[in-house]
T-cell receptor
Framework: GAGVSQSPSNKVTEKGKDVELRCDPI?????LYWYRQSLGQGLEFLIY????????KSGLPSDRFSAERTGGSVSTLTIQRTQQEDSAVYLC???????????FGPGTRLTVL | DQQVKQNSPSLSVQEGRISILNCDYT??????FLWYKKYPAEGPTFLIS?????DKNEDGRFTVFLNKSAKHLSLHIVPSQPGDSAVYFC????????????FGTGTRLKVLA
């Protein structure tokens, strides 16, 4: 497809379980970002990847959160031992580079019961 | 500490009139600003951006104004259309090459037919 895709679109899990969220960026986009949006809040930066550089993980809220980007393309955000406060919409975006608009995926709505 | 603030959570405007969405920031290092529009169940869509070397950027019905001394930017939509009804986010970036954007909490615009 032409846009950023994310899967699953919805995920309901029980507290304490691990979840994996997937992002397929636009082909050729070197920068990939993860954000989350909690109810009534703005977009909270989590992590970004740029080419082969070390990712900027400064936005990850705890060590239960991790992300990887394989082959400079697909990215997976993993949340271990999920907590109820992890419930949010997780958004992935990609761009050609700095100072260029980001293209967002539709998001994954995570609900932790 | 919210570095990018959108103090109006919602705004209603009559079709055909001007919509003005406001955004304030606190970090004087920010030098690049963007506006995004978000429909329900979709990811944000890039609208328009402005660099700090400018005080105005126009694209069709959308104009962004930047007042650096006041650390304030605004998005004007004229004429407003019902299809403009969405949540609008402003975002800011500082120091070229950081790739990190700080988003506001959004303003929900409703254009009344």
């Amino acid at each position: 497809g032409a846009g950023v895709s994310q899967s699953p679109s919805n995920k309901v899990t029980e507290k304490g379980k691990d979840v994996e969220l997937r992002c397929d960026p636009i082909s050729g986009h070197t920068a990939l970002y993860w954000y989350r949006q909690s109810l009534g809040q703005g977009l909270e930066f989590l992590i970004y990847f740029q080419g082969n550089s070390a990712p900027d993980k400064s936005g990850l809220p705890s060590d239960r959160f991790s992300a990887e980007r394989t082959g400079g393309s697909v990215s997976t955000l993993t949340i271990q031992r999920t907590q109820q406060e992890d419930s949010a919409v997780y958004l992935c975006a990609s761009s050609l580079g700095d100072r260029l608009g980001q293209f967002f995926g539709p998001g994954t709505r995570l609900t932790v019961l | 500490d919210q570095q990018v603030k959108q103090n109006s959570p919602s705004l209603s405007v009559q079709e055909g009139r001007i919509s003005i969405l406001n955004c304030d920031y606190t970090n004087s290092m920010f030098d690049y600003f963007l506006w995004y529009k978000k429909y329900p169940a979709e990811g944000p869509t890039f609208l328009i951006s402005i660099s700090s070397i400018k005080d105005k950027n126009e694209d069709g019905r959308f104009t962004v104004f930047l007042n650096k001394s006041a650390k304030h930017l605004s998005l004007h939509i004229v004429p407003s259309q019902p299809g403009d009804s969405a949540v609008y986010f402003c975002a800011a970036s500082g120091v070229r090459g950081t790739y990190k954007y700080i988003f506001g909490t959004g303003t929900r615009l409703k254009v009344l037919a």
